[in-house]
């Protein structure tokens, strides 16, 4: 350490001693707004959830679909907008191993493929 330096340090007073008579408080306001609006977005989420719960529909009550996929991309026949109310779709993929070559060369490589 330099002589400078430690003049400097003995020079300056420790300003801890007016922490402690200084009084700790918060601003209510800043404070009281945020309790206010986490409140509200609290009970706000609570309703939605309950009025989605009240709308929602069981699964048990929704006809049931069984479609037949076509030849790859391996998806059934349907349209872009939804025609009917909702409904539950099975399909049935069948996971098999094969052996692919992957490149020119002859490179095999076996995959779990549908």
Known sequence: MSINY?????????NSDGFEKTVFSFDYIKIGNRITLFILIF???IVMIAAF?????TV???PVVVQELVPPPFV?????????????????????EKIIEIDDEGTQFRVFAF
């Open 53 to 57: 719960k009240i709308k929602a529909e």
């Open 60 to 62: 048990d009550d929704l």
């Open 6 to 14: 430690k003049k400097n340090l003995e020079n300056n007073k420790d």
């Open 76 to 96: 059934p026949v349907h349209n872009q907008v939804a025609d009917e109310k909702a409904k539950v779709v099975k399909v049935t993929m069948i996971v098999e």
């Open 43 to 45: 009970f706000f989420t």
